[in-house]
């Protein structure tokens, strides 16, 4: 299939992008600051089974990510938590399913990777919610390569497991933790309040996350597509420009779907961020309960690659916190400002820890190097 040669739409203005980034040195993470703390609730339409009614309210200012996880950024997670012996191998860390990464020789006995030119923004899909929780400790604990970075820090590992079919994982985050998965509430607001909808700065919702009410155009970067009928997402020289990419593989033969960059499509949510359609379905934090009662699976929410029609407010879907679809990704939250440690805290793993040198040497395995497109395998 051809590999779509797209510059994304979030660095073709350059000014623009420099301007309102907002990167963290700490966990490389763009990030957008959500504020407007007390925002209405989403009271629905009308739409029947609106699971989102009554839901979106955040109370205070958070930060969430512009772009799902990248594939440069978890190449480098993958390298701290999977490229070691046999003996120190970190608990529920799989790699992905689908991302921009391929193999390459290990330094530690393990798995590790590297990201060929032009890969670096190629979404990560088919990773659990378990491995996102870690990869949140490990930011929470400035990337350390010490074992008991993975272990906690926003989640305590030590609590994921099932009891029959119901997960005993630790519902929300640790108090204070500088990096999680959003809550339900927090993506909501993030992907559909617009704290200008209604103009002189009256807040409202949009029920699409393109800071519109209507269909999401599905297609590859740049082409027209039809809409109506969805679907098919089919070409259609006469249709609207693509804004996401999600449905239409089986609809455009001679692209490929896991080529386009996040960034690719200049609709955004009201925030700013990219990609909310189309991508990788976004894991949550949310915690879905069986009969009320028994926590059975984790929200997520967004349309994925495959999945189209699942970026309107109204709906979310869930699964174990255990189980990774190809399309399951996330992108991360945070606090603001900054607090200095996580839950687990720095003080755990500063003295002679941080002034040894880190195992194998600089992390050169996620520089840009020419190679063919491959997948990862699973780590233990």
Not at 28 to 48: E, S
Not at 349 to 372: F, I, M, T, Y
């Amino acid at each position: 299939m051809l590999r779509l040669a797209v510059i994304p739409a979030a660095i073709l203005d350059l000014g623009a992008s420099l301007a309102g980034a907002q990167v963290d040195p700490n966990s490389g993470i763009d990030f957008v600051t959500i504020d407007h703390p007390g925002n209405a609730a989403w009271q629905g339409d009308g739409t029947p089974g609106d699971r989102a009614q009554g839901r979106g309210s955040v109370d205070y200012t958070y930060r969430i990510g512009r772009f799902e996880v990248t594939t440069t950024q978890w190449c480098e997670f993958m390298n701290a938590a999977l490229d070691r012996p046999a003996s120190d191998r970190i608990p529920h860390v799989f790699a992905p399913q689908q991302w921009g990464a391929v193999g390459t020789a290990p330094i530690n006995g393990g798995q590790r990777f590297r990201v060929p030119s032009g890969e670096d923004m190629i979404p990560v899909g088919g990773v659990d919610w378990r491995t996102c929780a870690v990869f949140c400790n490990w930011l929470c604990n400035g990337k350390s390569l010490q074992r008991n970075a993975f272990l906690n820090g926003a989640y305590d590992v030590s609590t994921f497991g099932y009891q029959g079919t119901v997960f005993t994982d630790q519902h929300t985050h640790n108090p204070g933790a500088q990096y999680y998965l959003p809550s339900l509430d927090e993506w909501l607001k993030a992907s559909h309040w617009d704290s200008n909808r209604f103009g002189q700065g009256v807040g409202g919702w949009w029920v699409s996350s393109n800071s519109t009410n209507g269909a999401i155009p599905y297609g590859p970067p740049g082409t027209h597509v039809r809409i109506v009928p969805p679907p098919p997402y089919g070409p259609d020289p006469n249709g609207p420009l693509a804004q996401a990419n999600a449905g239409w593989d089986s609809e455009f033969p001679g692209y490929d779907t896991f080529s386009v960059p996040l960034g690719a499509y200049a609709p955004t949510s009201p925030w700013g961020l990219f990609d909310v359609a189309g991508g990788t379905s976004e894991w949550t934090e949310e915690v879905v309960y069986a009969n009320d009662v028994f926590p059975w699976h984790r929200a997520i929410e967004g349309s994925g690659w495959s999945n189209g029609g699942d970026d309107r407010l109204y709906t979310y879907g869930g699964e174990s916190p255990s189980l990774a679809l190809f399309s399951y990704g996330f992108r991360i939250a945070g606090t603001v400002p900054s607090p200095g440690s996580c839950g687990l805290g720095l003080a755990l793993l500063v003295s002679s820890a941080l002034r040894r040198k880190r195992r194998g040497g600089p992390d050169e395995a996620c520089n840009h190097v020419r190679h063919g497109r491959g997948r990862g395998g699973a780590g233990e």
